[in-house]
C-alpha cells in the first residue's frame, strides 16, 4: 500500500513537472512573436538561449518516466499515464523549438521595418498559445472534451494561416522587393501552425491516456 502511494505521489510529482515545462514553452512562444513584433533582438537572443533550460527540463522528465518504468510495477493504465507523459514533453520540447524558430527570424531581420504591420499573425500565435493551455489543462484534468475541442481551435489556425500565406503571396507577387522578408514571415507563421499541430497531439495523448483509444484530431 504505502509502494503505491509513494508511485502516485511521483505521478503528481511528474504532472506538476509538465506543467512546469509547459509555462516555459508558453512564456516562449509570447516570446519569440513578441521581440517579432517590436523588432527586439535582445529579447528574440534571450528566448533562443533559454531553449537550453527547456530541452534540460525534458530529459529531466524523461528519466523520471525511466525510473518509474524500472523501479515500479506499473498497470495498464499506469503505464499509459507514463507513455503519455513522455511524448507530451516531446511535443512541448519540439513547440520550444518552433518558438526558436521564430525568435531566429527576429534576429535575421536585424531592426529591419516589416513589410506589413503583424495584425493576424499575433491572433496566431494568442490562439496556439490557447490550444497549448487547453492541451495541458486537458491532460491535468483527465478531460476528454476539452482535449477533442483542439480539433476546433487547430482548423482556425489552419484558415489564418492560409489567409496570411495568400496576402504575403500576393504582396511578393506585387513588389519583388518583399520577398525575402515576407517568405520569413511566412516562415514564422508556418512555425506557429505547426506548434498548434503539437498543441493538437497532446490532446491525441490526453485521450489515449484516459480511455485506451487512439484518435487522429488532425483530419
Known amino acids: 500500500m504505502d509502494t503505491r502511494k509513494g508511485f502516485h505521489h511521483s505521478l503528481e510529482d511528474l504532472q506538476k513537472?509538465?506543467?512546469k515545462m509547459g509555462?516555459?514553452?508558453e512564456e516562449a512562444i509570447f516570446l519569440a512573436v513578441k521581440s517579432l513584433a517590436s523588432e527586439?533582438?535582445?529579447m528574440a537572443k534571450n528566448v533562443i538561449a533559454g531553449d537550453e533550460q527547456i530541452n534540460e527540463r525534458m530529459v529531466e522528465i524523461e528519466s523520471s518516466c525511466l525510473r518509474l518504468l524500472a523501479l515500479q510495477q506499473p498497470m495498464a493504465s499506469d503505464l499509459r499515464v507514463i507513455g503519455t507523459a513522455m511524448k507530451i514533453?516531446?511535443?512541448l520540447?519540439?513547440?520550444g523549438d518552433h518558438a526558436v524558430d521564430i525568435a531566429k527570424t527576429t534576429v535575421r531581420l536585424d531592426g529591419q521595418k516589416l513589410v506589413k504591420p503583424l495584425v493576424d499573425?499575433?491572433?496566431m500565435a494568442d490562439l496556439t498559445k490557447e490550444m497549448l493551455r487547453d492541451s495541458l489543462n486537458a491532460y491535468v484534468n483527465r478531460d476528454i472534451e476539452l482535449a477533442q475541442g483542439l480539433a476546433k481551435k487547430d482548423d482556425v489556425v489552419d484558415a489564418l494561416y492560409k489567409q496570411?500565406?495568400?496576402e504575403l503571396q500576393e504582396m511578393m507577387m506585387?513588389?519583388?522587393a518583399t520577398i525575402t522578408q515576407a517568405v520569413k514571415l511566412l516562415m514564422v507563421c508556418q512555425s506557429l501552425e505547426r506548434i498548434a499541430d503539437h498543441a493538437t497531439n497532446i490532446g491525441e495523448w490526453v485521450i489515449y491516456m484516459v480511455s485506451g483509444d487512439r484518435t487522429d484530431l488532425n483530419v
Open 17 to 19: 513537472d509538465i506543467l
Open 174 to 176: 506585387n513588389d519583388s
Open 40 to 42: 527586439d533582438v535582445e
Open 23 to 25: 509555462v516555459k514553452v
Open 89 to 91: 514533453v516531446t511535443d
Open 164 to 166: 496570411i500565406y495568400n
Open 93 to 95: 520540447e519540439r513547440i
Open 121 to 123: 499573425t499575433p491572433r
